[in-house]
T-cell receptor, first 112, second 116 residues
Framework: GENVEQHPSTLSVQEGDSAVIKCTYS??????FPWYKQELGKRPQLIID?????GEKKDQRIAVTLNKTAKHFSLHITETQPEDSAVYFC???????????FGKGTTLSVSS | GAVVSQHPSRVICKSGTSVKIECRSL??????MFWYRQFPKKSLMLMAT?????????EQGVEKDKFLINHASLTLSTLTVTSAHPEDSSFYIC????????????FGEGSRLTVL
């Protein structure tokens, strides 16, 4: 089945710096790749997603890039702020297209 | 976005009892609902996928008789943890996808189960 690897597991940056989180997936048939942000004790919230017919997508300070050949996708956060501190999960739709498989998460800490 | 409500948010029970968690889609019809389990500081582990009116599909290693899932309507799915034990203590979170959406999931608030 689909396997999603996410790196790094923890990331500490200074306010204003950029943060990059990378994920790889195993199933070349996957075509949907969302990123979720989860604050402590709360539900995951979708922050951006990308489909396989697109190589890059941007929404204000957040961008996602997708390399289908290499089967990896990345989340880029620019001008980080303390409120960006959270756990970020990448995910990929499984082979059957029926469920999202999540990476192990990245704990991002932004210090001011 | 679509709203998914999960209840209860917290439950504490004695070992050996059964606990039911409800997941409702409030403003859309959820053709498919997913149940995830999350350990502290860990990722979301898919437990099972349920489609309205049919049996749930469980992931490898998840006990069907332990975690009973019912998806009787397009707006409600339930997870029952039967004969709960301390090792079942965890954060259980449901999510749903609606008709006309491809892949996008809407999550419930989650339910923290503590088994004494």
């Amino acid at each position: 089945g689909e396997n999603v690897e996410q790196h790094p597991s923890t990331l500490s940056v200074q306010e204003g710096d950029s943060a990059v989180i990378k994920c790889t997936y195993s199933d070349s048939a996957s075509n949907y790749f969302p990123w979720y942000k989860q604050e402590l004790g709360k539900r995951p919230q979708l922050i951006i997603d990308i489909r396989s017919n697109v190589g890059e997508k941007k929404d204000q300070r957040i961008a996602v890039t997708l390399n289908k050949t290499a089967k990896h996708f990345s989340l880029h956060i620019t001008e980080t702020q303390p409120e960006d501190s959270a756990v970020y999960f990448c995910a990929a739709l499984n082979q059957a297209g029926t469920a999202l498989i999540f990476g192990k998460g990245t704990t991002l800490s932004v210090s001011s | 976005g679509a709203v998914v409500s999960q209840h209860p948010s917290r439950v504490i029970c004695k070992s050996g009892t059964s606990v039911k968690i409800e997941c409702r889609s409030l403003d859309f019809q959820a053709t498919t609902m997913f149940w995830y389990r999350q350990f502290p500081k860990k990722s979301l582990m898919l437990m099972a996928t349920s489609n309205e009116g049919s049996k749930a599909t469980y992931e490898q290693g998840v006990e069907k008789d332990k975690f009973l899932i019912n998806h009787a309507s397009l707006t409600l799915s339930t997870l029952t943890v039967t004969s709960a034990h301390p090792e079942d203590s965890s954060f259980y979170i449901c999510s749903a996808s609606g008709t006309g959406t491809t892949g996008e999931l809407f999550f419930g608030e989650g339910s923290r189960l503590t088994v004494l």
